[in-house]
C-alpha cells in the first residue's frame, strides 16, 4: 500500500541497519587482545573481504541515504538551496574536526598534534558527506549514475593503467603491493608524517581512495531516492533494492577478476559490492521490521543507531585511555588497565579467541548501556 502524500513515512529498519553497523564497529574495533581474534572479526589481508570490510561502506552508504531524505524533509519546510549546502558543509566541516580532535586525543605529548593523522574514519566521512550532499542536491538520477560511472571507472583505468612514480611503469602491476600502489603515493606526497602510524607509507583512509568511497555515498543517495518514491507500495520499493543489490554483490564479484575487492584502496569493485550488500541488507530488515512488524529484536539496535557519533566518538576515547594511557601495576608489572581486565576477568578461564571476543561483546554492551540512558533522557547528539 502506498503512503499518501502528506505524510511521514518512518522506516524503523534504517535505524536498525545504521544500530547493526555502529554495534559491529564497537565489536570489531575492541577486541581483548588483537592476537587472538576470529577471522570474521579481521580484516582481510589485503585483497578480498571479511564481514568486519563492510562496515565502514554500509555507514557510508546510509549517510548516503539519510542525507538525501534530510535534504528533502529541510527543502519540503521551505529551505532555499544555499541554506542546504551551507548545512552540508557546516555538518562535514565538524565531523572533520571530531575526527581529528579524537586523533589527537589526548593532546599530548605535543608530537600528536605535531604528527597528527589527517586522513581517518571520522574525516573520510566528513568528506565523503560533503562532496556527496553538494553533487547531488539538485542532480537528476542519470547525472548522479553518470557521476558514479566517473568516479569508478576512472578510479579504476588511474590505479590500474597509470604508471606509478618511483614504482612501477603500470600501477596494475602494483596492486598487491600496498606502499607502491598509486594511492600510496598520492598518500606520501599529499601527508607525508601525517598518515596512518601502523603503515607510515600509506594510509587506508587516503585522498585518492577517499574519491571511490564518494562513490559508496552516490550510492546510497539512490537508494534513498528509491526509497522516497512513496507513491509506490514499499514492497515494491523492497522488491526493487533486493533484486538491485544482488545484481551489484554479483557485478562487484565479477569486477574482482581485474580490479580486486579491496578495502585500503576502496577499489571499484568494493564500491558496487558492499553498496549491492547493504541495499540486500536494508531490504531484508526492512521487509522483517516494517513490513511483517516483527519488531521485538530492535529496540537495541535502534539505540545504537539514533547516536553513532557519542558511540564512535566515546568509544575511542574509552579505548585510548584502556587500552594505553591508564595503567596498573599486574603481576609485578605495569600494563593498560585493560590488559589487566583482560587476563584477569576473561583470559584466566577462557580459551584466547574466546576470552577476546567476550572483552569485545563486553565492551558493546557496556555502549549499549551508556546509549540507553542518552536515549531514555532523548539526549541525541546532532551534528
Same mark, same amino acid.
Given at each position: 500500500?502506498?503512503?499518501?502524500?502528506?505524510?511521514?513515512?518512518?522506516?524503523?529498519?534504517?535505524?536498525?541497519?545504521?544500530?547493526?553497523?555502529?554495534?559491529?564497529?564497537?565489536?570489531?574495533?575492541?577486541?581483548?587482545?588483537?592476537?587472538?581474534?576470529?577471522?570474521?572479526?579481521?580484516?582481510?589481508?589485503?585483497? !578480498?573481504?571479511?564481514?568486519?570490510?563492510?562496515?565502514?561502506?554500509?555507514?557510508?552508504?546510509?549517510?548516503?541515504?539519510?542525507?538525501?531524505?534530510?535534504?528533502?524533509?529541510?527543502?519540503?519546510?521551505?529551505?532555499?538551496?544555499?541554506?542546504?549546502?551551507?548545512?552540508?558543509?557546516?555538518?562535514?566541516?565538524?565531523?572533520?574536526?571530531?575526527?581529528?580532535?579524537?586523533?589527537?586525543?589526548?593532546?599530548?605529548?605535543?608530537?600528536?598534534?605535531?604528527?597528527?593523522?589527517?586522513?581517518?574514519?571520522?574525516?573520510?566521512?566528513?568528506?565523503?558527506?560533503?562532496?556527496? !550532499?553538494?553533487?547531488?542536491?539538485?542532480?537528476?538520477?542519470?547525472?548522479?549514475?553518470?557521476?558514479?560511472?566517473?568516479?569508478?571507472?576512472?578510479?579504476?583505468? #588511474?590505479?590500474?593503467?597509470?604508471?606509478?612514480?618511483?614504482?612501477?611503469?603500470?600501477?596494475?602491476?602494483?596492486?598487491?603491493?600496498?606502499?607502491?600502489?598509486?594511492?600510496?603515493?598520492?598518500?606520501?606526497?599529499?601527508?607525508? !608524517?601525517?598518515?596512518?602510524?601502523?603503515?607510515?607509507?600509506?594510509?587506508?583512509?587516503?585522498?585518492?581512495?577517499?574519491?571511490?568511497?564518494?562513490?559508496?555515498?552516490?550510492?546510497?543517495?539512490?537508494?534513498?531516492?528509491?526509497?522516497?518514491?512513496?507513491?509506490?507500495?514499499?514492497?515494491?520499493?523492497?522488491?526493487?533494492?533486493?533484486?538491485?543489490?544482488?545484481?551489484?554483490?554479483?557485478?562487484?564479484?565479477?569486477?574482482?577478476?581485474?580490479?580486486?575487492?579491496?578495502?585500503?584502496?576502496?577499489?571499484?569493485?568494493?564500491?558496487?559490492?558492499? #553498496?549491492?550488500? #547493504?541495499?540486500?541488507?536494508?531490504?531484508?530488515?526492512?521487509?522483517?521490521?516494517?513490513?511483517?512488524?516483527?519488531?521485538?529484536?530492535?529496540?537495541?539496535?535502534?539505540?545504537?543507531?539514533?547516536?553513532?557519533?557519542?558511540?564512535?566518538?566515546?568509544?575511542?576515547?574509552?579505548?585510548?585511555?584502556?587500552?594505553?594511557?591508564?595503567?596498573?601495576?599486574?603481576?609485578?608489572?605495569?600494563?593498560?588497565?585493560?590488559?589487566?581486565?583482560?587476563?584477569?576477568?576473561?583470559?584466566?578461564?577462557?580459551?584466547?579467541?574466546?576470552?577476546?571476543?567476550?572483552?569485545?561483546?563486553?565492551?558493546?554492551?557496556?555502549?549499549?548501556?551508556?546509549?540507553?540512558?542518552?536515549?531514555?533522557?532523548?539526549?541525541?547528539?546532532?551534528?
Amino acid at each position: 500500500m502506498a503512503t499518501p502524500k502528506g505524510t511521514t513515512e518512518r522506516l524503523v529498519s534504517l535505524d536498525v541497519f545504521r544500530g547493526l553497523t555502529v554495534a559491529g564497529m564497537l565489536l570489531v574495533n575492541n577486541p581483548g587482545t588483537w592476537g587472538a581474534i576470529y577471522p570474521p572479526l579481521e580484516h582481510a589481508t589485503w585483497n !578480498g573481504w571479511t564481514p568486519t570490510d563492510v562496515i565502514f561502506p554500509f555507514f557510508l552508504f546510509i549517510v548516503g541515504i539519510t542525507t538525501h531524505l534530510s535534504l528533502s524533509a529541510r527543502r519540503a519546510r521551505g529551505d532555499s538551496d544555499a541554506v542546504l549546502r551551507r548545512q552540508v558543509l557546516r555538518r562535514g566541516a565538524l565531523i572533520v574536526l571530531i575526527g581529528w580532535g579524537l586523533s589527537a586525543f589526548p593532546y599530548y605529548p605535543l608530537t600528536r598534534l605535531t604528527e597528527l593523522r589527517i586522513p581517518g574514519v571520522l574525516p573520510r566521512i566528513g568528506v565523503v558527506y560533503i562532496i556527496a !550532499g553538494q553533487l547531488t542536491l539538485n542532480a537528476s538520477v542519470k547525472q548522479v549514475v553518470g557521476m558514479l560511472v566517473v568516479l569508478l571507472y576512472g578510479y579504476w583505468f #588511474a590505479m590500474t593503467l597509470l604508471p606509478v612514480p618511483g614504482g612501477c611503469d603500470v600501477g596494475a602491476l602494483c596492486l598487491n603491493d600496498a606502499p607502491r600502489t598509486l594511492a600510496a603515493w598520492f598518500d606520501r606526497a599529499l601527508l607525508d !608524517g601525517h598518515l596512518w602510524k601502523s603503515s607510515k607509507t600509506w594510509d587506508p583512509e587516503g585522498p585518492l581512495s577517499t574519491i571511490p568511497a564518494i562513490g559508496t555515498a552516490l550510492m546510497g543517495v539512490l537508494c534513498g531516492r528509491w526509497i522516497a518514491l512513496k507513491e509506490r507500495p514499499l514492497t515494491e520499493r523492497l522488491n526493487g533494492m533486493f533484486a538491485v543489490g544482488a545484481l551489484l554483490m554479483m557485478a562487484g564479484l565479477m569486477w574482482h577478476w581485474s580490479f580486486p575487492i579491496n578495502k585500503s584502496l576502496w577499489t571499484s569493485s568494493y564500491v558496487i559490492f558492499t #553498496a549491492g550488500m #547493504a541495499a540486500v541488507s536494508i531490504a531484508t530488515i526492512s521487509w522483517i521490521v516494517d513490513v511483517q512488524g516483527v519488531t521485538w529484536w530492535t529496540r537495541p539496535l535502534v539505540i545504537y543507531g539514533v547516536n553513532p557519533i557519542v558511540a564512535f566518538v566515546g568509544s575511542g576515547a574509552m579505548a585510548r585511555i584502556i587500552y594505553s594511557l591508564w595503567k596498573v601495576q599486574y603481576d609485578g608489572k605495569e600494563i593498560s588497565v585493560q590488559a589487566a581486565v583482560y587476563k584477569s576477568v576473561f583470559s584466566s578461564w577462557l580459551e584466547p579467541q574466546n576470552a577476546s571476543l567476550a572483552f569485545a561483546i563486553c565492551f558493546v554492551l557496556f555502549w549499549y548501556a551508556v546509549l540507553a540512558v542518552l536515549y531514555r533522557r532523548n539526549w541525541i547528539l546532532k551534528v
